[in-house]
């Protein structure tokens, strides 16, 4: 990306790397990287975050499938950030001139130490620093973000990590979309039916680690009087100690659920024939647990 545009007055500049055919705007230069893992393969799913001198974002994207990453900046002074998952992030700052290449080479990320797991025994979920929210399309086009308010659950760790079980108790009527009618709607026979149907129910007692801080936790979640097998996207946070010294382990989570497969089928279109509600759900978890005891 080395160059300059058609018609430009700056002074033509003799290179020898491929980058030079590619134009460059005025007071502009290009800074690049390539990120290899410690057996010097490409990390293909790294990502990088591009910000100025005083912190402010200015571009951010992923890796092409050797690991490399070439942007062009205006000429200045940046910091560059490189993680992946799996991998203990990367950080540098560089100086950009104009029409110049700025390569930092080959980035070498390290393995990270995956965080220490919890100790095996019965660990509460603590719904003050907890939550459970929930995403639906609208109208094909904006999103309604919602969350449950009241729900408790319990993890029983065990050793191995992987033997683990957990359940989940969900209050149906607590739902809250911060709309009351649009919650008395989703209440009523219609979505949830509350009154047959008081609680959503998550059982598991699968627990695969997927590598890193990565884990699949898959169950049994009864909704709506269905019961159906989800699994769980969970980033595992690590380990550490509550205002009284009590010890917490931390999670996040997400899932899509698809509303046909829990009979919550209702439906209206509207004139154009674009459905008022999507089909789909997306589910995101924040969770704290506590050790009981």
Request: charged share 20%.
């Amino acid at each position: 990306m080395i160059g300059r545009w058609r018609g430009s007055r700056t002074p033509r500049v003799q290179r020898t790397s491929p980058l030079a055919a590619v134009p460059t705007p005025p007071s502009a230069g290009v800074l690049a990287c390539r990120v290899l893992d410690p057996v010097n393969e490409p990390v293909r799913h790294a990502e990088f975050a591009v910000t100025d001198a005083v912190g402010r974002p200015v571009v951010s994207g992923g890796a092409d499938p050797y690991g490399s990453f070439v942007t062009t900046v205006p000429a200045g002074e940046y910091r560059l950030a490189v993680s992946a998952e799996g991998y203990t992030p990367y950080r540098a700052t560089t100086q950009v001139a104009e029409n110049a290449l700025a390569s930092l080479g080959d980035v070498t990320l390290q393995v990270a130490r995956p965080p220490e797991l919890p100790d095996a025994g019965d660990w509460e979920i603590e719904s003050a620093h907890s939550s459970i929210g929930f995403t639906a399309r609208h109208i094909g086009l904006a999103r309604i973000h919602g969350r449950f308010t009241s729900f408790a659950g319990v993890i029983r760790v065990a050793d191995p990590v992987e033997a683990s079980a957990m359940h989940v108790v969900i209050d149906a009527a607590s739902i809250d979309t911060n709309m009351r009618m649009r919650d008395d709607h989703l209440r009523s026979a219609d979505f949830l039916d509350v009154g047959r149907f008081p609680t959503l129910e998550f059982y598991s007692e699968r627990f695969v680690h997927k590598g890193g801080n990565r884990w699949a936790v898959t169950g049994a979640l009864s909704l709506h009087g269905v019961t159906r097998t989800v699994t769980l996207d969970t980033e595992y946070l690590g380990l550490g100690n509550g205002m009284e010294g009590e010890a917490r382990a931390a999670c996040r989570a997400t899932t899509e659920l698809h509303r046909d497969d829990f009979t919550v089928s209702w439906q209206t279109m509207l004139a154009r024939g674009i459905a008022v509600v999507g089909p789909s759900i997306r589910v995101d978890l924040d969770v704290q647990v506590v050790r009981k005891g």
